[in-house]
C-alpha cells in the first residue's frame, strides 16, 4: 500500500523527536561508550533517511523543500550498508 507523502514527514517527525530524547543530557564521550543509545540514535537516522528516500519519490515538491535532504539519505545509507565504517563521534556530531 502507498503511503501519503505526509506519513513519511511525520515519520521523520517522531524519529528526530527520539534522537533528540535519547541524548539529552549526553556528552560526545558518554554518547559513544553507551551502545544502547547509540544503536537507537543511529536506527532513527535510519528512518529519517529511508523516510526523505520514498519521500523524494512519492512527494518531490516536499522533499525539495528539506534542506539537505540528499545528504541525509546518504548518510542513512552509509549508516546501512557502510556500518563498518561509521565513526560515532561523526554521528554524534550529526545531532
Known sequence: MRRDAHAYLSDIDRAA?????????LDIPTYERNELVHAAVERKFE????????????????????????????????????????ERARVANCV
Open 17 to 25: 523527536s527520539a534522537i533528540e530524547r535519547f541524548i539529552d543530557g
Open 47 to 86: 528512518i529519517i533517511g529511508g523516510s526523505l528516500s520514498q519521500l523524494a519519490k512519492q512527494g518531490p515538491v516536499l522533499a525539495k523543500r528539506i534542506p539537505r535532504a540528499r545528504e541525509i539519505i546518504a548518510f542513512r545509507n552509509l549508516l546501512i550498508h557502510g556500518y563498518a565504517l561509521v
